[in-house]
Every structure is written in C-alpha cells, then in structure tokens.
C-alpha cells in the first residue's frame, strides 16, 4: 500500500510541475536533449545554461580504459541511453566529446540504510528540456528534478514519506582517469566544501581540480564524512522536498562558495529553473522557423542547442580562471573565460556559427584564445579547462584568429599575436606545438612514418590550411615577406595529388608514393589509432579534396571541371563520403564552384539531412565532436555552409524551412524558399552569380531567396 501511494505522489508532482514548466517554453519544446545519447552521439540529457560551466547530468555507466578497449558502450558524459541504473548526478561534464573527464562532484541519492557507496538505483519516467532533466529512482521512490545556473548545479530532490534519506557528496569519484582523490569538509551542518581531482582526458597528462560548494535547504536530521574526508552526507527525516545547490570552481573553494551565494541569492528552484529555461528560450530565439516538419524543428533545435554548449565559461563571478600552459590564476571582469576549446574539430562551422548569430560570445572566445597564445606563447590546440591535451592534428587556432579578422573582430593587440602565431608555424623543429614541422618546411610535406606525426598527409593538409589562414592575418597586417612565405608553405599539398587516383596520397622521404596503397582504407595508421596510413580517422577518399583553401587549383589539378566532377560524385556513389568524419563535412558544398553545380549540392545536402540524422537516442550519425556535428546540421538546414571558414565566406545550398528569420543584433537576416525561382539564390533581388555569400553581406540584413 505504501509504494502504491508513493507511486501516485510521485506522479502527481512530476505530471504537474513539468507541464506546467513544459507549457511555457516555445523552442524549447522543440529540442530533444536524448538525440545523441545512444550509439555514438556521446552527448548528454542532463540540465544547463547557454555555454555554461555547470551540467546536471545522471551517471549511468563510468568508462574506463579497459571498457574502451573492449568495445563496451563508451559513454565520456557518464550517461549512455537505455543503461540499467543511475548511479550519481554529476555537475560538470563534456558533451560529444571521445573521452571521459569531468564528472566532478558526484551526488548520491538513497534512502533506506546507509550504505555510501551503494546508492545506484533503477530508474523511470525521465524527462529533459534545454534546463530541465527529472527522474525517478525506482529502487528509492524518489524524484529528482534538476535545473542550473551558469556555474551552479540545482537540485530538488522528493523523498518518499517516513523512510530515511540521504544525499551524498563525493569528492572522490568522478568520471576521469586520474584516480580516485578528492577532500570535503563542513562549514556547518547546512553546507560542506572541498575538491575533486580530473583529468587524463584520453589517457593525456591533464590535471585540473574542480572545487566546489554544496548546500542543503534544510537542517539534516544527521550529517558526517564517509571514506575519510572523501565523501560526505546529509540525513533527512519527513523534511519533504530538499533542495541542494552546489557551486562550481576551476580556481578556488572561495570562489565556489561566492559563485554559489551571488548566483543562487534569495531564489529556490522554481525561480531557477524559470530563468534556466527563460535564458535558452531568448538564445535559441535568435532564430526563428516557419514551415518544416515536426521532426524537422526538433531536429534543428536540437542541432542549434547542442552547438552552444561548448567551449564554455571557466571564469567565476569575480573574473577569477585557471591560467594556460602554466600554473596561475588570471583575472578579468570585462570579459568571461571561456574552455573546452576542441578546434580540429570545431574551427570548421562551430566559430563560424557564433561568429553569426552570437557574435558576442564568439568575441569573448576569440579574446580568451588571444590571452591564452601570450599567457603559452604559443596557440592552443585542444585545451581543456586551462590544460592543453594536444589531440588530433594541426594548428586549428590559426584558422580561428584569421576568421576573426576577417570578420572585422575586435583583437587587443593583433600584432602582438601574430608575432607568436608566425613564430609557431616557421619554427624549425620537428617536435612540440607542430610535430614534422622542419621537415614540413623542407620538403613542403610531412613523410609517411615521420616520428611523432599521426597522419603524415592529414597533417601537412592542416598546416597547409592554417598556414594559409596565418597569411591573411600577414597580407590584413602588411607583412608582405611573411605572407609570401606562409602561402608557399600553404602549397604543400599540391605535391601529394596522385593523378592515378585522384587523391592525394603518402610519400616517403624521397618522394617516392608508398607501396599497397589503397585509398579506402580507414585502418593502420600508427597501430591502434584510427585513419588509413597516412590519414587521421578516415580514407584518402575523405581527404582527397581537403583543401578549403585550394579547391579551384584542385579542379584544374583534376583536369578540369567535368573530372572533378566525375571524381567527387564518386566519393558519395561509391560510399566514401562519412558525415562522421570532419576533413570530408564540406564536400557536399565543393559543387558550388562548378558551373550549374548548385542544384547537385541542393540534392546531396537535402538526402543526408534526412538519411543521417533522426530524432531518437541513435539519431546522430557519428560522434557530436563538441558541437560541430550539430553545427553542420543548423547551417545546411540554413542554406549555406562555412566550406572555407578563415575567408568569411559561405557556400550555398539550401534552407530546409520555408522561411527563417535570424535576429542579428539591430538587424534581420530573412532566408527564404522562393517559388518563383529554379535554383538560383539570390540576396536582396541580386543574382548570386558565384553561388556564394560573404559574413560582411549577411550581418547587414537582408532577404536571401533561394529556388526550389
């Protein structure tokens, strides 16, 4: 009779507390925070803010090393869809991401007796919104609603009638490698304090700690450390719904303690969750659809909010963050820092898209990215809260500042950086921030098999892009003599084109084609890391045209027009084109610049919209890498696409909404479905004659027609 009742209760307050919260969202209601969650996606459900540092999120399955490599169901965000239990609720977390990390801290939640580290439980009814998860854990009869403000996690947490309750605080577990470590204290029954230790994100030398603030609304029954001073808890009693806040901090307990007293003052969950939900509703509504199918709109919602949760603010109330590539503590208050920067993957569309329709939060990045090159004196790569990890390949920060630049960004000495930016990419070594570096600029490719190079021919593709990115910071700078010698360096590539496969293929230090080469191959590069020899996690097909910089060069090295053509639509007939897959996600744009070939294009983006993408836990094609997966989709389902993104300049293809209208500050941007033309675009009654729209263009406003 007990659980039957408790049944009814628990339905009772979850049916009417989130109606009434889903009724008020409008976009809201459109995005999908499970798509992505199972297969591949490695995304999460859990509850945040636009860009935020704090992510609410259930741990159902805690990755290891080993799991990894045996194939279990990886799960870096700690929740992986359809898992048995839940285990904690984390407040930090990576979206999309190949890795765990984060995780930290972790809440428990049980009832019954007290047993600290046994308070997994199954679960039911799970519900989430952009703000919003819930939950209820069966084992417990308990529900759990979370929300969040920019750096504080927000919990509610209803306990059934006249049994025990705990909440539990762990230090110690998280979802990163580094082992178990961690330190908590109480400042009073009501509030503890302490640590916990992250990092080894993908088995890197990372370290970071995050130090939090956790506090109860009401007075405990009982309360006390567990595991040492790794863990602590708090006992209720018939106390009915608890509320728990936990501020977050990458510097400093004080600074958790003060994120959590400015962020959460005189507020309780409800009026949280409202602004939660209120501040999506105003991010999200900076574009605004008509027409499309219900799936549709999710699907773009879905898309559009995924791409804002990364890179994230780092930076705490009072201006404090985590220095980089040194130990330290920097402080600003005219700007937020921002972390999590993963630009191999996400200088292709994901800046592009801030850089749009946020503009301002895009400026604060590129200011962060600024203050981190002089703070290192060198670029970041891929840097994690303040640490540089060093994944993937390339010099991806060089594509960022110059699309900045060219873009008309603010920058506080430009100069300044550019001097660390050119020292990097000219430096003669073939170690540190550009391994094959010497060996690059002497040959003007990096050979097959070049010690500490991962991907001889993916790397020498990336230097060559975003050394030609460097060059137009030089040429906008008037450093002539640099520009030249960037653009030679950024040539490379045009002596790894194969006229016998219409590739471009590994050499070895002689300059000779490597033997038993096959260019489908997506295997045995470097023993367990991924991509055919010579390439990074893909084919020599899904890099045979990645080169943003070159692809008019590239249709004459083909023999012109009619082979590129013939060659490129290949890549799709034949299977090779993997939307997974960053180097080869603008290949339905390079159409674009053949003549009539807007129409192919039009096709190609309209069948994989709808064959890759679905609105269920699988409904990702591949890994969300950090937001740029869902920043391809919003940008084709836009109509056109950042296929070289340092030139400002997009590709179109075409809108999948009848009309959308983006807010661009004081201006409106109107992009339309247009029955009166046949594949053509036009922007403001004007014939785009090369199939092309310039960033200065669309920032002004306009209407940009598109032919059905």
């Not at 593709?461 to 960037?486: C, M, P, R, T, V």
């Not at 400002?648 to 009309?659: A, K, S």
Request: glycine share 10%; proline share 5%; hydrophobic share 35%.
């Amino acid at each position: 009779m007990l659980w039957k009742n408790l049944t009814v209760f628990i339905f009772f307050i979850c049916f009417n507390s989130a109606n009434a919260k889903e009724d008020f969202s409008k976009l809201g209601i459109y995005v999908d925070t499970f798509i992505g969650t199972g297969g591949e996606g490695n995304t999460f459900p859990g509850a945040l803010r636009p860009w935020g540092m704090v992510s609410v999120n259930p741990h159902t399955n805690y990755t290891s090393p080993i799991g990894m490599i045996t194939g279990q169901p990886v799960a870096p965000s700690g929740y992986y869809f359809g898992e048995k239990t839940i285990k904690g609720f984390g407040q930090t977390h990576l979206s999309g991401v190949g890795c765990p990390d984060l995780g930290a801290p972790v809440v428990g939640i049980k009832t019954g007796n007290q047993k600290f580290k046994k308070s997994q439980s199954k679960y039911s009814n799970e519900r989430a919104w952009p703000g919003y998860y819930s939950v209820i854990l069966d084992d417990f009869k308990t529900l759990v609603e979370v929300t969040a403000t920019k750096r504080v996690g927000v919990h509610k947490i209803t306990f059934p009638p006249g049994i025990p309750a705990h909440i539990f605080i762990s230090a110690s577990k998280n979802l990163s490698w580094t082992g178990d470590e961690g330190f908590v204290e109480f400042k009073s029954d009501q509030e503890i304090v302490g640590w916990s230790s992250t990092g080894k994100f993908c088995n890197k030398n990372n370290v970071r700690k995050v130090f939090f603030a956790a506090r109860v609304n009401k007075h405990p029954k009982e309360f006390g450390n567990y595991d040492g001073d790794e863990g602590a808890f708090w006992s209720f009693e018939n106390e009915g719904p608890i509320e728990l806040y936990v501020g977050v901090s990458y510097t400093s307990i004080e600074n958790a303690q003060n994120n959590l007293d400015v962020e959460t003052e005189g507020k309780d969950f409800d009026k949280l969750l409202f602004e939660a939900q209120d501040d999506w509703e105003k991010t999200l509504g900076r574009i605004k659809i008509k027409g499309g199918t219900p799936k549709e709109r999710t699907l773009f919602y879905t898309s559009l909010y995924r791409s804002l949760i990364h890179p994230n603010v780092v930076s705490d109330v009072s201006g404090d963050y985590p220095l980089y590539g040194k130990e330290g503590i920097g402080s600003n208050k005219f700007y937020e820092r921002y972390g999590v920067f993963s630009m191999w993957d996400t200088y292709r569309n994901v800046h592009a898209l801030l850089s749009l329709i946020y503009p301002e939060k895009q400026q604060a990045m590129l200011l962060t990215l600024e203050d981190m090159a002089k703070e290192a004196s060198y670029a970041p790569q891929w840097e994690l809260i303040g640490n540089e990890v060093n994944m993937m390949v390339g010099d991806p920060a060089l594509s960022i500042f110059a699309e900045g630049v060219a873009k008309g960004f603010y920058f506080k000495n430009l100069d300044e950086l550019y001097r660390i930016l050119y020292k990097g990419a000219t430096e003669d070594s073939d170690e540190g921030r550009r391994p094959g570096n010497l060996i690059y600029k002497t040959l003007g490719y990096i050979p097959h098999k070049t010690s500490g190079v991962w991907g001889a021919v993916s790397t020498t593709l990336e230097y060559n892009y975003h050394d030609w990115s460097l060059a137009q910071i030089a040429g906008f700078l008037g450093k002539e003599e640099d520009k030249k010698n960037l653009l030679k360096q950024a040539n490379g590539w045009k002596g790894l084109f194969d006229k016998d496969t219409f590739t471009l293929r590994p050499k070895d230090k002689k300059g000779r084609w490597i033997k038993a080469f096959n260019p489908k191959a997506i295997k045995g590069e470097h023993l367990l890391k991924a991509g055919g020899p010579g390439f990074v996690e893909g084919s020599a097909y899904q890099y045979a045209y990645m080169v943003p910089h070159g692809i008019k060069e590239l249709i004459n090295l083909h023999g012109g027009e009619s082979e590129f053509k013939k060659h490129l639509e290949d890549v799709f007939k034949k299977g090779d084109f993997t939307l997974w897959n960053e180097p080869d996600m603008a290949y339905p744009y390079l159409f674009t610049y053949l003549e009539n070939g807007i129409s192919i294009t039009q096709s190609l983006v309209k069948e994989i919209l709808h064959k890759n993408f679905d609105n269920n836990p699988k409904g990702l094609p591949g890994n969300e890498d950090v937001g740029t997966l869902s920043a391809w989709y919003v940008f084709s389902s836009l109509g056109f696409y950042p296929a070289d993104p340092a030139s400002g300049e997009y590709r179109v293809g075409i809108p999948t909404f009848e009309e959308i209208n983006i807010t661009l500050g004081d201006k409106v941007l109107r992009i339309r479905k247009h029955p009166s033309l046949i594949s053509e675009v036009q922007f403001d009654g004007l014939l785009l004659l090369h199939a092309a729209v310039n960033h200065a263009e669309l920032v002004k406003g306009g209407v940009l027609d598109f032919g059905q």
